[in-house]
């Protein structure tokens, strides 16, 4: 697996990102940005599940409006976090708080694929957040705090690897 490590961030890309002077900056600044968006919007869902916001509106119609935002960012997140894990894969690979991250992220989807399951086909029913189902609550509280975490891991990462210089 270090080899294999090694080889991504022998890249010219990585290269790049970790040797020059303000690629890595503006890489993370676009990650930063994307999991704003995803985290927000995930957020919007998840409070409209507990009751807290968005009352007035369906959960069906509050996941049907912010969803495309979510996998968009989710998308832009991912790619730009490949490219700051390939500008120094073998570090972050070994770092802890990333391999959390990683976990959390996973969990975060079982999560997601589980409420889509079992729960979401019924959301139209659910008009007011007293028709809800305790479950479905249950599910969005789950997920607020699998972001915040992964969130929190995130930063953590930053302050145990030094960006490339």
């Not at 029913?125 to 789950?142: E, N, Q, S």
């Amino acid at each position: 697996m270090d080899s294999w490590l090694q080889s991504l961030q022998d890249t010219a890309i990585a290269t790049a990102i970790r040797e020059g002077a303000s690629l890595f900056p503006w890489v993370e600044c676009v990650h930063v940005l994307a999991l704003t968006l995803v985290i927000g919007s995930i957020a919007i869902v998840d409070c409209r599940l507990l009751g807290l916001t968005s009352r007035d509106r369906s959960v069906a119609r509050t996941t049907a409006s912010t969803l495309p935002v979510t996998w968009s960012a989710f998308v832009v997140a991912a790619v730009t976090g490949g490219l700051l894990f390939s500008s120094n894969a073998t570090t972050y690979a070994h770092n802890s708080y990333f391999q959390a991250k990683l976990l959390l992220i996973a969990l975060a989807g079982v999560n997601m694929g589980a409420y889509h399951v079992f729960l979401g086909r019924r959301a139209d029913a659910w008009h007011t957040p007293a028709l809800t189902p305790v479950r479905a609550r249950i599910v969005g509280a789950i997920s607020l705090g699998l972001w915040i975490a992964i969130a929190a891991c995130g930063r953590w990462i930053g302050f145990t690897i030094s960006a490339p210089t």
